[in-house]
């Protein structure tokens, strides 16, 4: 069992930055997906960026098209807790972000995630 807790959403003008946070009641393990997810009012949820867990010590981040150069996706183990630092916010990333988690690797498909915390609002305005 996983439960993950979002913190770190809010209101910030277009080119600001924010920090999420995900705390895991789990511990890190191998062959693992955790990643950021969104959806807008009215859209489907889309992929954002996750971090595969090859070996406990051995991990790859991938980034949607959107928002590569932009965004980071980072964890610290000790405290299993995952980061999404958002960097040159614009108005199209308004949209609740959600953190979530999966057994195995290599899957952006948000039906293939098998945990989700409660997600957080983040608003860009221009």
């Known amino acids: 069992q996983v439960t993950l807790v979002e913190s770190g959403g809010g209101l910030v003008q277009a080119g600001g930055s924010l920090r999420l946070s995900c705390a895991a009641s789990?511990?890190?393990?191998?062959?693992?997906?955790i990643g950021w997810f969104r959806q807008a009012p009215g859209k489907e949820r889309e992929f954002v960026a996750r971090i595969s867990w090859l070996t406990s010590s051995i991990s790859y981040a991938d980034y949607a098209d959107s928002v590569k150069g932009r965004f980071a996706i980072s964890r610290d183990n000790a405290k299993n807790t995952l980061y999404l630092q958002m960097n040159s916010l614009k108005p199209e990333d308004t949209a609740v972000y959600y953190c979530?988690?999966?057994?195995?690797?290599?899957?952006?498909?948000?039906?293939?995630?098998?945990?989700w915390g409660q997600g957080t609002q983040v608003t860009v305005s221009s």
């Open positions: 789990g511990r890190t393990r191998s062959n693992y997906d």
């Open positions: 979530a988690a999966r057994r195995g690797t290599g899957s952006v498909q948000p039906g293939e995630y098998d945990y």
